[in-house]
């Protein structure tokens, strides 16, 4: 079995920086593409970022893009997601996620999912 488990959220001022982690158990973790997505209360859940196997190809939603970086470390487990000049809108549920397809942009293309980890943007 794959288990998930984001960590680092939290509460930042407009502007500040996170990084959230995603320790990953179970399975083998250099075999899935993994992804961030985020819900915000009311809210569908949204693509945030996505990375290859090897850590070689990466994509963000147009939203994100210039002010977050996914990153991953196989020998670890572990994938990370770097936010930085956050905004309120970017208050959300952080999730991790582990999946067979490249370059998935939608919630229905990953397989194995954390619990989620809450990051508050404001002032």
């Known amino acids: 079995q794959v288990q998930l488990v984001e960590s680092g959220g939290g509460l930042v001022q407009p502007g500040g920086s996170l990084r959230l982690s995603c320790a990953t158990s179970?399975?083998?973790?250099?075999?899935?593409?993994m992804g961030w997505f985020r819900q915000a209360l009311g809210k569908e859940r949204e693509f945030v970022a996505t990375?290859?196997?090897?850590?070689?190809?990466?994509h963000y939603a147009n939203s994100v893009k210039g002010r977050f970086t996914i990153s991953r470390d196989n020998a670890k487990n572990t994938v990370a997601l770097q936010m930085n000049s956050l905004k309120p809108e970017d208050t959300a549920e952080y999730y991790c996620?582990?999946?067979?397809?490249?370059?998935?942009?939608?919630?229905?293309?990953?397989?194995?999912w954390g619990q989620g980890t809450q990051v508050t943007v404001s002032s």
């Open positions: 996620a582990a999946g067979p397809t490249p370059a998935g942009y939608v919630a229905s293309q990953y397989t194995y």
């Open positions: 179970g399975g083998t973790f250099s075999s899935y593409n």
């Open positions: 990375i290859s196997r090897s850590g070689g190809s990466t």
